[in-house]
C-alpha cells in the first residue's frame, strides 16, 4: 500500500498535485450545487473546498499553487473581458449613461464603507488589517477577480509573506449573495413598490415603441421626384429602414432590387417601422385599399435568426451594408454573447454576432448566404487570438508606472493588463483581422476552468491558517463587515434609483445584480419578472462594474497598503 500512502504525500509529484486538484474542484462543485432557501454558493464552494484540503495538510508546493493561481486568474480574466469588450463603449451611450453612473456610486460606496469599517472596527497598526479587510470587501460583492487582482498587486508589496486575503473573503461571501437579494427586496419596501404596477409598466412601454413594430402599407407613387429615381435612391434620401417587398408597374408585378426603377402610378407593398410609415407615406404616396392577389403575395414576409460566420463580415456596419434598399429585408435585433444590442446604423458586425432579420423569404435567404451562417465554422474555437491576447496584455500589464509617494512602481499586473486588452481586441479585433469569437459554452467553458484553478489555488494556501485567522481571530467582524459593505450601498443608490430617477424596479435589480456581477441575484430578479428589464439592466452595467472592480483592487492595494 505504499503506492496509495506516496500518492497522498508525496506533495510535489504531478499525480499528487492532480489528484489534489481534482479532488478539491470536483467536491466544491457538486457542494456548490446544493441550495440554501433556494440560493446556492455555486462554483465559489470550490474555495471552501480547498481551505479545508489545506487546514488537513492536503496541499502542494507553494510555486506550483502559485502558477495554478495566477494561470487561472489570467484566463478567467481575458475570457470576462472578451465577452464584455463588444458592449463595454456601446453602454455608455444613450439609455445606459443613468445605470452606469449609478453602478460606479455603488462600486465607490461600497469601498468607502469599506474604510469606514477598517478604521471603526479593526486595529490599524497591523498591517495585515487592510488586507484582510480588501478580501472581505469582495466577499462581500461576491466578486472573485477583484480577489484575484488584490492577491496579485500584494504579492508585489509583501513577496512571499502575502496576507491570507481568502479568509476574509470565504467569510463575507456567504452573506453577501444573502445580502443582494435581501436588499434589493428591502428597496421595493421602502418605496412602496407593486410588482404588478411595474409589469403593467413594461408592458405599456413596450406597446409604445413604434419602432420595434413592422407595418406594412399598399401605396401608389405619385410623387414627380421619385420618377425614374432606384430603390437605393430612394431609400437612401429617406434615410430610413424600408423593405419593398412588391412592385406593380402596369399591371405586371415584381420582386424589386436596389436597381429598380420606380415610376408614377407604380403600386408597391412596404413594409417598415411604425414609427415611419407616415413619413415614407407622405413622400412616396397614398395608401391605397386594392388588396394584393394571392400570387403576388406568395412570398409572405419571415423572420430568421442568421448567425454570421464568414470571416469578410467582420467590422463592417450595419448601415453600409444597406439591407433594407439592397436586400429587401430589416434587421431588427443583433444578439452577440447572449446579449441584445441595438440595432444601429453604426453597429460593428462580427463573426458570431446573430441577428434578426425580417423580410420576403427569397431576400432573407439571400442574406444568410451572403453573412454565412454556418453553425460548422464556428465549432473550432480562435485559439490564437487568445493566446495572442493574453500574451499582449501580460506585456501590458508588466509596464511600471513610477508614481511618487508609493512604495512600488504601479502595474496593471497579471488581471488588469489582460482584462484590458481582452475588452479591446474584443471591441476592436477586427481591425487587426483578428476573430475573437467563441461560442458561449466554450467561453464559460474556459472562464469556469480559470476559475476553479484559482478559487482551489487560493484556498488550498489560505487553509494552513483559516482557523488562527478566522476562527480564533476576526472571522466575526469580517462576517458582519462585510454584510455592511453589501447591504448600505444598495440601499442607498437603490432608493435614489427609484425615488429620483423613476426607474422601473425589475431594471433596478438588473443593475444592482450586474453591479454586483452576482448571477444569483439576477436569477432572482428574472424569476421575478416576465419580461427582460433585469437582463437589460444587467447587461448594461456589467461591463463597466466588472472593470472597475478589478481595477479598484489593484488601486486599493498599491494606494494603501503599502
Known amino acids: 500500500m505504499n503506492w496509495l500512502i506516496d500518492l ?266 411604425e414609427a415611419d410609415a407616415e413619413a415614407i407615406k407622405a413622400f412616396i404616396g397614398p395608401e391605397i385599399d386594392t388588396p394584393w392577389s394571392e400570387e403576388d403575395q406568395n412570398q409572405p414576409l419571415v423572420s430568421r435568426r442568421i448567425i454570421i460566420t464568414r470571416p469578410s463580415m467582420n467590422g463592417k456596419t450595419l448601415g453600409k451594408m444597406h439591407f433594407s434598399s439592397v436586400y429587401g429585408v430589416t434587421v431588427t435585433r443583433v444578439s452577440r454573447q447572449g446579449m441584445d444590442v441595438f440595432a444601429s446604423r453604426n453597429y460593428h458586425f462580427q463573426v458570431g454576432d446573430k441577428i434578426l432579420v425580417v423580410g420576403p423569404m427569397d431576400n432573407v435567404n439571400r442574406v444568410a448566404d451572403i453573412m454565412g451562417n454556418s453553425v460548422k465554422r464556428l465549432d473550432s474555437p480562435n485559439i490564437a487570438t487568445i493566446f495572442i491576447g493574453i500574451l499582449v496584455g501580460i506585456l501590458f500589464g508588466s509596464i511600471p508606472l513610477a508614481i511618487p509617494g508609493m512604495p512600488v512602481p504601479l502595474k496593471l499586473g497579471l488581471a488588469g493588463g489582460p482584462l484590458i486588452i481582452a475588452i479591446l481586441i474584443g471591441r476592436f479585433g477586427y481591425k487587426f483581422k483578428l476573430v475573437t469569437y467563441t461560442t458561449t459554452s466554450a467561453n464559460m467553458m474556459l472562464r469556469e476552468i480559470g476559475l476553479v484553478l484559482f478559487l482551489a489555488s487560493v484556498g488550498i494556501k489560505a487553509g494552513a491558517g483559516f482557523w488562527e485567522t478566522v476562527i480564533q481571530g476576526d472571522g466575526l467582524k469580517y462576517v458582519y463587515t462585510g454584510f455592511m459593505i453589501t447591504v448600505i450601498p444598495i440601499l442607498l443608490v437603490g432608493v435614489i434609483a427609484r425615488v429620483r430617477f423613476k426607474l422601473n424596479y425589475f431594471t433596478i435589480m438588473g443593475m444592482i445584480a450586474g453591479t454586483y456581477t452576482d448571477p444569483p441575484a439576477l436569477a432572482y430578479a428574472n424569476s421575478s419578472c416576465s419580461r427582460e428589464a433585469p437582463a437589460v439592466g444587467y447587461s448594461t452595467v456589467y461591463p463597466l462594474a466588472m472593470f472597475l472592480r478589478i481595477f479598484t483592487a489593484q488601486m486599493i492595494v498599491l494606494f494603501c497598503c503599502g
Open 8 to 273: 497522498f504525500t508525496t506533495t510535489d509529484s504531478v499525480a499528487h498535485i492532480t489528484l489534489l486538484y481534482a479532488f478539491v474542484i470536483a467536491v466544491g462543485v457538486l457542494l456548490g450545487k446544493i441550495k440554501f432557501g433556494g440560493i446556492s454558493l455555486g462554483v465559489t464552494f470550490v474555495l471552501f473546498a480547498g481551505i479545508v484540503a489545506g487546514h488537513i495538510g492536503f496541499t502542494a508546493p507553494t510555486n506550483i499553487l502559485n502558477f495554478i493561481q495566477d494561470f487561472g486568474l489570467i484566463l478567467f480574466v481575458f475570457c470576462i473581458g472578451l465577452q464584455v469588450g463588444p458592449g463595454f463603449f456601446e453602454s455608455f451611450k444613450k439609455g445606459g449613461i443613468t445605470l452606469n453612473m449609478l453602478s460606479v456610486t455603488i462600486v465607490l460606496l461600497n469601498v468607502l464603507v469599506m474604510f469606514a469599517c477598517y478604521f471603526i472596527f479593526f486595529d490599524t497598526e497591523n498591517v495585515n488589517n487592510l488586507p484582510m479587510m480588501v478580501g472581505t470587501l469582495y466577499g462581500a460583492v461576491t466578486n472573485t477577480p477583484g480577489l484575484g487582482a488584490a492577491n496579485e498587486a500584494l504579492a508585489s508589496l509583501f513577496g512571499n509573506n502575502v496576507p491570507q486575503i481568502a479568509s476574509g473573503y470565504a467569510c463575507a461571501y456567504p452573506l453577501g449573495v444573502l445580502g443582494i437579494i435581501g436588499a434589493t427586496i428591502a428597496i421595493r419596501y421602502l418605496t412602496k413598490t407593486k410588482l404588478a404596477d411595474e409589469e403593467k409598466m413594461l408592458e405599456e412601454e413596450e406597446a409604445e415603441n413604434p419602432h420595434a413594430k413592422p407595418h406594412q402599407m399598399h401605396l401608389k407613387v405619385n410623387n414627380s421626384y421619385l420618377a425614374g429615381r432606384t430603390l437605393r435612391e430612394i431609400s437612401e434620401f429617406l434615410n430610413r429602414d424600408l423593405v419593398c417587398s412588391r412592385l406593380q408597374h402596369n399591371g405586371t408585378t415584381l420582386i424589386p432590387n436596389s436597381k429598380t426603377v420606380f415610376e408614377l402610378g407604380d403600386e408597391v407593398l412596404i413594409v417598415c417601422a
